[in-house]
């Protein structure tokens, strides 16, 4: 692992790369899959899930920001309610057991609007 994370360490440095935080190195030392693209991954710190597989089914997921009441997860060619999908659920609970991440309501002290925030690992929570 250590030298993996050397040799990555390396590359980024030839390619300019600037790293503001040494826990986003460490996390990629224990990445096995890499996500990302130009919608929010890199500029806001920000990953959303818009489709996925289970037991070989094509699914589409929905949603906006962390709030768990808007959103949800259709069939990818019927657009058909997906949620209660014994694939979907099994592997959204799986997704969810490998978490250290809560979501939680808090106040926002301007608006006065109850909005969802994300608490845990800084790999995880933004």
């Known amino acids: 692992v250590t030298i993996s994370l050397s040799i990555g360490c390396s590359e980024m440095v030839k390619k300019h790369v ?5 826990a986003a190195v460490e996390t990629l030392g224990s990445a096995s ?4 693209d130009k919608t929010g991954t ?10 996925m597989w289970a037991g070989r089914v094509h699914y589409n997921v929905t949603g906006k920001g962390f709030d768990p009441t808007v959103g949800g997860v259709t069939h990818a060619q019927t657009g058909a309610d997906a949620s ?9 609970l799986s ?4 978490s250290n991440t809560t979501l939680c309501t808090v106040v926002d002290e301007k608006t006065g609007e109850q909005t969802w925030e ?3 690992n ?3 929570a933004p």
């Open 33 to 36: 899959v890499i996500c990302s």
């Open 84 to 92: 209660n999908d014994l694939g979907v659920r099994t592997t959204l």
């Open 42 to 51: 890199l500029t806001e710190g920000k990953m959303s899930m818009v489709n």
């Open 122 to 124: 800084s790999s995880e």
């Open 18 to 22: 600037l790293v503001r935080k040494l």
């Open 118 to 120: 994300p608490r845990g």
């Open 95 to 98: 997704a969810l057991l490998c």
